[in-house]
């Protein structure tokens, strides 16, 4: 017979003796026993099994009424420590790292889930094994009882079939008197890691957590982007090349209650003559060169989800009747076909040009301006939130660091201050180019100011520059060419409003300044 009581005291000096004394003179074995003060009262929780007789309730009572002081006595399912033991025991089998903690002998005392699947997977219980009885790569905890310390140890285990890989980290456990009492060690799945660096790095879904900046004007775009996400209005975008509206475009319809893709179009990016098929797709034998059997339109594979138009300023006029219509009506006519098509995408548009100013030139229907400009979020340039900067850095360097596997190291004084002394004209997008260029060109502990290069200093490089008369000498013409041509191509894009105007201006197609714009790695 097991009993589990809880009595409470006058708190004094003796009560644990006097009861111990007491229960032992009526052959009750004490299991365990738990003092908590509270106030001026002893709390004792008591756990006793009797080999003999079963006690009525009364009996304990006039037994342990024997004791100086006793106010209340009652019987209870559960002891502290149980409850104790229980939530650490959850908590342990809930978390993704296997957990193992070991005695000053080195046998198991506590396990989680995850520990026991990877060392043990036929057993449900551990304790009291030694740790050397499994089949482990490392067994680097024996070397924390004698007070040292490992992190992240790389091992492999090889289980049947079945291959791990992950990481150990190892820490000693002392008393308060700072006497070792046991060790304790952490695995990391290496698949886990890997993910979870994928998703840093390159995430799959964006959302309002993943814009930086403390800025109030950054900040006031979100908080408006943020109550307008849930409704289906068009949403209207406006700010300066780089600014993140895509970002923007992106958070809007993670937070929207829609469960179809987001599907984003570079309006400038998609040359005059295949704009409308993609857009809106095409049946077979519609034109010369397309698919026998048709295809559909970016619009129809958006559907449930959210169609991004960026750089909206640069859809030609006939594109944009089409498009007036389609938001008019929510269906569209495939190229070569009379039937309509009924649409299910939200819109999201976005420019970085004076939309007012394209109307009064023609260049822009007045009738789509007013239907697309019912929600408009304003973003800033980065110009106006230089103290995003530093933030943005230290995002950008830790995505870096997963990505291309390198250490994160610090900014220089000396460079951060260059960096806030930039105008930006390519804002936020242009920001992470040269953070990225820094950090795959420095060598030293630091990124420092040599390692931070602007579009215009891209002639010389950190650590390895030479005399310009030595480079005159010894670089190839084709070389020499190169960095003409691509100093050309960004000083016309700085002075032209949009990717198309400049291709105009160079005498180049729209596809192959597009080309020449990704081979130099111009914003």
């Known amino acids: 017979m097991n009993l589990k009581l809880r ?20 052959a009750l074995n004490i299991l365990s026993m738990e003092v908590v003060r509270n106030a001026r009262e002893a709390h004792v929780y008591l756990e006793a099994e009797s080999s003999g007789r079963n006690y009525r309730f009364e009996e304990l009572f006039e037994i342990l009424g024997n004791v100086a002081g006793l106010k209340e006595l009652s019987l209870i399912d559960t002891l502290p420590q149980e409850e104790r033991e229980g939530r650490f025991t959850v908590i342990l089998d809930n978390i993704t790292n296997g957990v193992a903690a070991i005695d000053t002998k080195g046998r198991i005392t506590v396990s989680n889930t995850v520990f026991r699947k990877l060392v043990a997977p036929e057993d449900s219980d551990i304790t009291g094994r030694h740790v050397t009885s499994f089949d482990l790569p490392v067994t680097a905890i024996l070397d924390c009882l004698e007070g040292r310390s490992f992190s992240d140890i790389k091992r492999t285990l090889v289980s049947g079939p079945v291959r791990y890989q992950f990481f150990a980290s190892g820490r000693p456990i002392r008393d308060s008197q700072g006497r070792i009492i046991g060790a304790v060690a952490l695995t990391k799945d290496m698949e886990e890691i890997k993910m979870l660096a994928s998703t840093i790095s390159e995430p799959g879904q964006v959302t309002f957590s993943d814009i930086i900046g403390a800025d109030p004007a950054i900040l006031n775009a979100i908080t408006y982007a943020q109550r307008i996400a849930t409704t289906e209005t068009i949403v209207s975008l406006h700010g300066a090349s780089g600014t993140g509206k895509e970002l923007f475009a ?8 829609r469960s179809g893709p987001f599907v984003p179009i570079n309006c400038a990016a998609l040359p005059e003559h295949l704009l409308e098929s ?11 060169g397309g698919k026998s059997g048709g295809k559909p339109g970016l619009f129809e594979q958006a559907k449930g989800g959210t169609v991004f138009l960026d750089e909206l300023a640069e859809l030609p006029l006939a594109s944009q009747a089409k498009l007036l219509r389609l938001l008019q009506e929510k269906k569209i006519r495939r190229i070569g076909d009379s039937r309509e098509i009924p649409i299910d995408a939200r819109v999201i548009t976005a420019t970085n040009q004076n939309l007012e100013a394209r109307v009064e030139q023609c260049l822009f229907r007045r009738d789509l301006y007013y239907r697309i400009n019912v929600l408009p979020v304003h973003i800033p340039p980065l110009k106006e939130r230089a103290a995003d900067i530093p933030l943005l850095v230290e995002h950008f360097l830790f995505q870096l660091s997963a990505r291309l596997g390198k250490n994160l190291k610090p900014v220089s004084d000396a460079a951060m201050d260059k ?76 002075q032209t409003k949009s990717i198309r105007e400049a291709s105009r201006t160079l005498g180049l197609s729209h596809t192959a300044l597009l080309n020449k714009m990704k081979k130099y790695g111009l914003p």
């Open 7 to 26: 009595l409470i005291f006058d708190d004094r000096v003796g009560i644990v003796a006097d009861i111990s004394a007491l229960i032992a003179r009526h």
């Open 250 to 257: 992106g958070a809007i319809h993670q937070a929207s209650a």
């Open 278 to 288: 993609e857009l809106f797709g095409y049946v077979g034998g519609a034109f010369t």
């Open 419 to 494: 960096l806030l002394g930039h105008d930006w004209p390519g804002n936020v997008r242009e920001l992470r180019n040269v953070i990225e260029r820094a950090a795959i060109l420095c060598t030293g502990d630091a990124l420092d100011v040599d390692c931070v290069l602007f579009s215009h200093e891209m002639n010389r490089l950190p650590h390895i520059a030479r005399p310009e008369s030595v480079m005159a000498e010894t670089r190839p013409l084709k070389a020499r060419m190169g960095e003409f041509e691509a100093q050309a191509i960004a000083k016309t894009l700085g």
